[in-house]
């Protein structure tokens, strides 16, 4: 304690005038207006109901009696006045106070310090966001709610947080690629991005922005799951999946092609995981400050120029498909739900080879959310796709034909290739899943039939 004690100060005095447990609550009251920011020595200090020993000791150190009511009153500025004057502490109350108790820090001061060291920890996502304004939104959103400080201790783990943070997103999104390994080569630890990591709760809270999706979406490890791919980031090479039925091979004789054109020749769908893919040359999204964008790697041939590939979300049409045509099916690739990684992975592909996608999906909020994505990744390559009986028309026969159930309460969503299509099914509330209209959808494709591989 010595190391506090200011020059002049007598502390044997002064422990046994203002340092003993019966003058404690004196003491507490200076610390709180100290720690408050208050004059420590203006004012009084009450205390109720006191004891007689608190009494006695304030007669000591006052030197007078403190009256005689049923609360006991010291004027600060009596005691401050004593203890210079008797020389116990020169420096008056104060010093006296933190002399006993030890430095005792304005709680303004220290919050104002801690908002300036926080705000300093921000700082690499502040240079993130100015070379990716698509980020503003979050970063804005972790100011407000705090995140930043609810997953570090202190404002040097939050910088380091940050840090890591920032050079994740800069490698988001991704054209195809698994969480360890985005975690090892980003910031140096295979599991820094598994579930319940401080952070992974600042990137997921980043793709939800991106994405436009709420906190409630990825609740769950299916929806993480989506979260994750929706950027390009897969789990593993293995979970990972595209149903894919009679999709043209390219020209080589790799392990991939040679698949293909076994399925495409017996007519059966294939089940291809990342891992599969991971052999085709690779279409890379670049996120720019205005725009997202795919480049072709040059090894990759445009040899599917005006080959349509239809798309579709459930795996009951590509059943179907390959049950009434086998191989003469016209290229068909069913999602099974929202695009996986190896899903944009074989579009991407697909889109530059040359080929033109169209869509079809379930008329509900999430098929609608899919089809944009769709919509979305190929606008990126440069070669925008096309619904497929997806629009108001197809609709409106649905409900015409009495199909369909009633539509779940969800977070609607625009339809930009055709605006009319969100008010139609806001206003008919009913959904209507692919398993409904697939006689239809095998009609079109019975219609553009091909040559057996």
Known sequence: MTDRIPAGLDMPRLQRLLGSPDTAWLVDRVAERIASGTEPAHGTATLADPAPAQRRALELLLGRPPGRGKSLTARLADVDTVLRESGISPDGLVAAVQALRGPIAVRREVETAADRAWESALEPLDRLAADRPDLTPWLQQVRATGLLKRQATDPIAGAGLAEQAARVLSALPHPGIVRPILAAQTVGHAHALDDGRPLTALVLSAIRSLTGLAASDTATSEGRRDAWAGAGVAADDLSSRILALNVPPPRDEGFLPRLLRLGAAAGQPLVLTLRDLNSLPTATTTTTTTTTTTTTDHTIAADLTGTTISVCENPAVVSAAATALGSTCPPLVCLEGTPSVAANRLLRQLLARGANLRYHGDFDWGGIRIATSVFNLAEQSGAPAAPWRYDSAAYLEAVARRLGTALPQAKTRDT?????????????????????????LLTDLTRHRTSPA
């Open 416 to 440: 930009p290739w055709d605006p009319d299509l969100r008010h139609h099914i806001e206003t008919h509330a009913l959904r209507v899943e692919e398993e409904h209209v697939i006689d239809t």
